[in-house]
């Protein structure tokens, strides 16, 4: 009953967040020096068919009566149109969206999957050739662009072994595979680097001994007793992963070609289609804060004085 | 006077010997540089970075503007380290020039974000109660962000040009710095030394500027380093994504970027400038991880 009510309540005290994050986009869009429909229509557009953009934008209008329609509108799902396709921006979003969920989803597997286990290898081995392979591999992933390790994988697996398609979507879930590796090498870096410490930190632990006096083995003790309190601070850092990896979805997108919302985005702003932008880049902060919210809820499920300070 | 002084600094000598600063920074940085070999050579890559940066005009013998015909897309060689480009000219050159406006990218928007964030984070922490609440809520805002995408919007209002990237990435940076500088105070709030300047009627900015600020400056020079490199990393991604630095300025993102579509028959042209880009990440991520370890008693897992 309590994991209920602090669920509801973090729900809750997330709107704010979500109506700050459009409000600033709202205002950098529309009140930062540079005026969107001269952006939109080139420096040299008239004045009278700048008006005349203007009001069937709605642009006319003070900017807190255009906030209020259009945070009311994103209640009822209407994000606006997109000037460039002529569609409703969340039947554009709808459609790009799939693509990086699936990208995003596959990359972030990557990351953990690879990010825990090196982790756990590099801690049990610590100071041994195993735990230095481990970390050097997880800060070359925090370091390495991740256009450089896309369009390295691009050029060697692809185009010169011809393992995978180049790029586009056409032949199905084995497309995602490059992008996916290039987009989860740098957070499952970051992973790993925090499994480690923080599962060295939990070893030295009293429990970890009165499970290895009673007859655990290492790795007994490992898998069952310290990795789901180590996973705490990971469980954060994983949710924090998941902003970035939408920020080099935007990267990868574009290297494989995938139409997703970061390639999205792209279009929106070569296309001088605020709209779209707007809306697209909101779609994709409210799947961080959603992811947040999911992370928050894990962690009060796998710490229960999490739950009761709640 | 002189009584309250010298009592003030017998205690926060104390106060330091308890929490292990009684070396200075000096003493535990030369230390660092004894132990920590691969930091020291990071240093020491991006001091010859910088340098040759700065003196490629009479280091190099060609010119990054203008190519020559007749070496057109050449694979790296004794004259050319890097191999040229599609209008001849020399990439390790090109990838030098450029390295002046990537590295000033990593270095002034992450000083403008520490301003703006350190101001902000120690105020909220300082203060407390509503001020605290709401810069602290408008940094949840700016965090909730994919930083990439609101560096994107950002540079999609202001338009191109290199002082409004340096803009965008300081606006896009300043929320996580203002979190650190506020816990950094409000946990140097509660010392008995703050407390006791506090009790004898020092005022709150002076508090700030002799005991905040200073105590701070660890942890502080830590994040900088740290920062620099994803810094450099956005300018890149930006610049690569075409809504960054622009021609006829130069930046390795943009050169990534130029040299993509001869990617298949001339990779070195877009892998130079990312390996560059690599190199400087990870010596600024060594640097940063051995300044954690001699200059952050927090952080310090030894």
Redesign the interface.
């Known amino acids: 009953m309590s994991t209920l009510k602090s669920v509801i309540r973090r729900i809750l005290s997330s709107i ?3 109506i ?2 459009v ?3 709202y205002l ?2 529309r009140i ?3 005026n ?1 429909i001269l ?1 939109m229509m080139g420096e040299h557009a008239r004045e009278e068919v700048v008006q005349q953009i203007s009001a069937e934008l709605g642009l006319d209008k003070p900017w807190y009566v255009q906030f209020w329609v259009y945070i009311t509108g994103l209640f009822t799902g209407d994000m606006g149109t997109s000037i460039k396709y002529h569609k409703p921006v969340s039947e554009l979003i709808a459609a790009y969206f799939p693509v990086t969920i699936k990208l995003s989803v596959l990359a972030a597997l990557v990351a953990w999957v690879i990010g825990i286990l090196c982790g756990v290898i590099s801690a049990m081995r610590k100071d041994r050739l195993a735990d230095r392979l481990g970390m050097g591999f997880s ?2 992933g ?7 390790t896309a ?2 994988l ?2 060697l697996l692809a ?1 010169k072994l011809k393992w995978f398609p180049i790029q586009g979507t056409k032949e199905g879930l084995i497309c995602y595979v490059l992008p996916a590796v290039a987009l989860g090498w740098s957070s499952a870096g970051s992973v790993a680097r925090l499994t480690r ?1 923080t599962l ?1 930190e939990v070893m030295q632990s009293d429990y970890i001994d009165t499970a290895r006096a009673k007859g655990r083995s290492v790795s007994g003790a490992v898998v069952f007793h310290a990795l789901r309190n180590a996973m705490i601070p990971v469980i954060t850092v994983m949710a924090i992963q998941i ?2 990896l ?3 979805a ?2 990868t997108e ?2 494989f070609s995938l139409p997703g919302i970061g390639r999205l ?2 279009d929106a ?2 296309g001088r289609d605020v709209p779209l ?2 809306g697209s ?1 909101i779609f ?2 409210a799947l ?2 959603a992811g ?1 919210l999911v992370a928050d809820c894990l962690y009060s499920v796998l710490d229960p004085r999490i739950r009761k300070e709640g | 006077m002189a009584l309250f002084k010298s009592k003030k600094d017998v205690l926060s000598a104390d106060l330091a010997s308890q929490i292990g600063e009684s070396e200075g920074m000096g003493v535990r940085l030369r230390r660092m540089a004894r132990k920590n070999k691969l930091a020291v050579a990071s240093a020491v890559f991006l001091v010859l970075l910088v340098l040759a940066a700065v003196f490629v005009p009479v280091l190099s013998p060609y010119d990054a503007v203008n190519g020559d015909a007749s070496t057109r897309l050449q694979a790296p060689s004794a004259a050319h380290w890097l191999g040229t480009d599609e209008m001849g000219r020399d990439v390790l050159t090109r990838l030098l020039y450029g390295a002046r406006i990537s590295l000033a990218v990593g270095v002034v928007p992450t000083m403008i974000s520490m301003i703006i964030g350190v101001a902000l984070g120690v105020i909220a922490g300082y203060a407390g109660g509503k001020t605290d609440y709401i810069i602290m ?2 940094a ?11 560096a ?3 540079m ?4 191109d040009g290199v002082m409004n990237i340096f803009l965008a990435l300081a606006l896009v940076g300043w929320a996580s710095v203002a979190r650190v500088a506020r816990s950094e105070t409000i946990s140097l709030k509660e010392t008995e030394y703050v407390q006791a300047a506090k009790s004898i009627g020092v005022k709150p900015g002076r508090i700030i500027r002799r005991h905040i600020l200073p105590n701070c400056l660890p942890a502080l020079i830590v994040l900088f380093t740290l920062n620099i ?1 994803s810094a450099i ?1 956005s300018e ?2 930006l610049s ?4 960054g630095i622009k021609l006829p300025n130069s930046s390795w993102g943009l050169m ?1 970027n130029m040299g ?1 579509q001869f ?2 028959n001339a ?1 070195w042209i ?2 130079a400038p ?2 560059a ?2 190199l400087v ?2 010596s600024c ?1 060594f640097l940063g991880d051995g300044l954690r370890d001699a200059l952050d008693p927090h952080l310090n ?1 030894e």
Request: aromatic residues 8%; glycine residues 6%; hydrophobic residues 60%.
């Open positions: 704010p967040v979500l700050g994050v409000l600033v986009i950098i869009l930062l020096p540079g969107a952006t800060l070359l925090i370091s390495v662009p991740v256009f450089m369009m390295v691009q050029y185009y410490s060295l902003s970035s939408l920020s080099g935007v990267i574009t290297i985005c792209i702003i070569s932008l707007q880049v994709a902060t961080v804060i947040n | 809520r408008l949840d805002v700016m965090l909730a962000f994919p930083s990439l995408l609101l994107m919007v950002i999609y209002t202001l338009g490199p990393l890149s991604s690569f994504l075409g809504v990534v993509r990617l298949y990779p877009s892998l990312s390996a880009i690599m990440v990870l991520n897992n």
